[in-house]
């Protein structure tokens, strides 16, 4: 690996750290997608301040986009109260239209200059090594390294001093107000930083991985565990992982580095919707199982004693026909019931024994 | 001479066709999505299908527009399911689910875009076209793609009104009936996808959603009707289409999306602002006059 690699890499791993400080937050208040919305958002003014900078400049595109970003969020709250237009839509219609005028913009009077349409979707972080910081002369080494670290510490001081209240503010807007600081405050802040953030990261990846790196990680963090706290530490692990991962990929296919890392932020959340212990779509599905065999196995105790004596009835054979099972089910069920003690077998027949008829004297009462 | 042109320039017509059949699609299948309140589902799937485009060609190596649009359609539909699925059984609202599926599947695609145009291959060229759209590439035998595809979708949507404006408006009462609200959800979801594949060409994968969106918000300001408000949307999806996609073929540098969407975002403002039930201004003058009487 080269320096070069180790910077753009970094660059990558402090944004992914930054975004998913704040997409926990996004995530569990179930507005992710204004992450979307202001990432596109800002490309207008990104671009005005591009045209009064007379060239790319990283404060007043800093600016400008901060701006658009605020405008963006302003105007799909005037919408949304205006109850002419629902939640979603309401995003659906500002963010695509700042979008198309940025994009207009760009092509109509910039096409042939620094900025572009491709990269407005996903960046150059490949360029981190060659962009330097200047100051008054002297070299500081790659700014991006050095706004993303800025954007990053932001973000940890914002979430490491407000952690009560947005904690409070996420889970218990009620309270929140109860205890007297508004929930609405708490709202505009986290969407004001969220929006420097987005600014940050996007001249570095452009708007999708933004995105990306907000919501996925964050997601993935949200089915792994039920604290905070630890759901915080691990979505900023996936989105570092993925941030390194991706690179990895990216260069072996020589493909763009914010798509790979996208990409990469896809595939955790994958592994983690399907094999989370937690809330995992195959722990789900065994935890479905388990039941339904609980109430089998509970079922075939009731049936057994309604017939106790009743030599048919007991047949492993008969309980298919009786209870509608399928051959395989029953005999789960029968498992089920004899790991349990509820019953046992005696030659081809079932009979309940003393914790099995105490069992149905339980499910009788209640 | 604009008309005259509209009606024999062969590059003017299919730019006008294909972008007014685009709008009426996506006004109609946009009602249904706007109205159940998932506005943002087209801009989940359009972004999904860019991977399928790429695949699509990576595979068969051709750039027949059919070919390319059914790798579009798989994998959006893929990214609908997978959307669907993790909202049903997760605790990922909605609002995340579509977050991640637009964000990792475009992502992806642009890994293989990226992958395509780096091989120096020939042919690669006019793939990143999708991603804000280009008319004036439209030609005859891609409209005539995109007038069968629509036909199929607005077929579907007359078949299925009844059951499609219950489940819209009342999906308790839609399921105590014994409709299959699922497989409708599904249904509709899936029709959606068709109308993002006919935009792919024209409008791009990236603002694709505002198309779903902006005629349906437009068209609601006008009437409280649902066939009032499939015809208006669908007119003015066809309007802005047609608008946008003809100063992007006349001026040059223009992509075509950006274009369409400036002009339906004229249209949804006009509408907010100044329908005669529902508008701010006719409202505020209401209440302005309202506050007259009463003093």
Redesign the interface.
């Known amino acids: 690996m080269t320096t070069s690699d180790l910077i753009v890499v970094g660059t990558g791993v402090l944004i992914a750290s930054a975004c998913a400080l704040l997409g926990v937050f996004l995530v569990l208040r179930r507005m992710a997608m204004m992450a979307d919305a202001i990432s596109h958002a800002i490309l207008p003014g990104i671009v005005v301040g591009y045209w009064l900078a007379h060239g790319p400049d990283l404060l007043s595109g800093f600016l400008g986009a901060a701006a658009a970003g605020i405008i963006c969020v302003a105007a799909v709250e005037a919408l949304q109260s205006s109850r002419r237009v629902g939640g979603q839509a309401a995003i659906g219609i500002v963010f695509p239209a700042m979008f198309a005028f940025g994009t207009f913009l760009v092509s109509r009077f910039f096409a042939d200059v620094h900025l572009d349409t491709d990269a407005v979707l996903y960046g150059n972080i490949e360029f981190a090594a060659q962009d330097y910081l200047v100051v008054g002369g002297t070299v500081f080494g790659p700014q991006p390294l050095y706004v993303m670290g800025a954007m990053l510490l932001m973000n940890l001081l914002f979430v490491g001093i407000f952690f009560k209240e947005l904690k409070i503010a996420t889970f218990d807007p009620g309270l929140a107000a109860a205890l007297g600081f508004s929930p609405v405050a708490i709202h505009y802040a986290l969407m004001t930083v969220m929006s420097i953030t987005t600014v940050g990261a996007f001249s570095a990846v452009g708007a999708i991985l933004v995105v990306a790196l907000m919501i996925v990680p964050a997601a993935t963090a949200y089915l792994l565990t039920d604290r905070l706290s630890t759901m915080i530490g691990l979505a900023v692990l996936a989105g570092a992982l993925s941030a390194i991962t991706g690179f990895v990929l990216a260069v072996a296919l020589n493909a763009s580095v914010a798509g790979a890392i996208a990409s990469m932020t896809g595939v955790y959340f994958g592994l983690a919707l399907l094999f989370s212990p937690l809330h995992g779509l195959v722990a789900r599905a065994r935890r479905l199982r388990r039941q339904q065999l609980r109430l089998a196995a509970e079922s075939l105790v009731i049936h057994l004693a309604n017939h106790e004596g009743d030599e048919a009835e007991s047949a492993v054979a008969h309980l298919s026909e009786e209870l509608r099972w399928s051959a395989d089910f029953a005999q789960r069920a029968v498992r089920t019931a004899e790991r349990q003690g509820l019953i046992e077998r005696q030659g081809s027949h079932l009979i309940l024994t003393a914790s099995g008829r105490s069992a149905v004297r339980t499910l009788r009462s209640t | 001479m604009i008309f005259s042109d509209l009606l024999f320039d062969y590059t003017l017509r299919n730019v006008a066709l294909g972008s007014a059949l685009l709008g009426i699609v996506s006004g109609v299948l946009g009602s249904f999505a706007?109205l159940r309140?998932?506005?943002?589902l087209?801009?989940a799937l359009s972004?999904a299908a860019l991977p399928g485009i790429c695949l699509a060609f990576l595979l068969t190596g051709t750039r027949a527009i059919l070919v390319l649009l059914l790798g579009a359609a798989i994998t959006g539909w893929i990214g609908a399911l997978l959307l669907i699925r993790?909202v049903r059984?997760?605790?990922?609202?909605e609002?995340?689910?579509?977050?991640?599926v637009?964000?990792?599947?475009?992502?992806?695609?642009?890994?293989?875009?990226?992958?395509i145009s780096?091989r120096n291959d020939a042919n690669q060229a006019g793939l990143?076209r999708y991603?804000?759209g280009q008319a004036a590439a439209l030609r005859e035998e891609n409209v005539v793609t995109m007038a069968i595809l629509g036909a199929v979708a607005l077929c579907v949507v007359f078949l299925f009104y009844k059951e499609f404006k219950l489940a819209t408006f009342d999906p308790e009462f839609a399921a105590s009936l014994g409709f299959a609200t699922g497989r409708l959800n599904v249904l509709l979801t899936s029709l959606i996808v068709i109308a993002v594949v006919i935009g792919l060409q024209t409008v791009g994968v990236?603002?694709m959603?505002?198309m779903?969106?902006?005629p349906?918000?437009a068209a609601?300001?006008w009437t409280d009707r649902l066939g009032v408000m499939l015809l208006l949307s669908s007119f003015f999806g066809a309007t802005a289409g047609v608008a946008g996609a003809m100063v992007s073929v006349t001026q040059a540098?223009?992509?075509t999306?950006?274009?369409v969407?400036?002009s339906l975002?004229l249209i949804?403002v006009v509408s907010?602002l100044f329908a005669p039930r529902?508008g701010?201004i006719v409202d505020r003058v209401r209440r302005w006059r309202l506050a007259g009487a009463r003093s």
């Open positions: 706007v309140k998932q506005g943002l087209g801009d972004h993790i059984d997760t605790r990922i609202d609002d995340a689910a579509l977050g991640i637009l964000s990792t599947f475009f992502g992806f695609g642009i890994v293989l875009l990226t992958f780096k990143d991603l804000f990236v603002l959603a505002a779903l969106v902006g349906a918000v609601r300001q540098r223009l992509p999306g950006p274009m969407i400036l975002t949804v907010i529902h701010l």
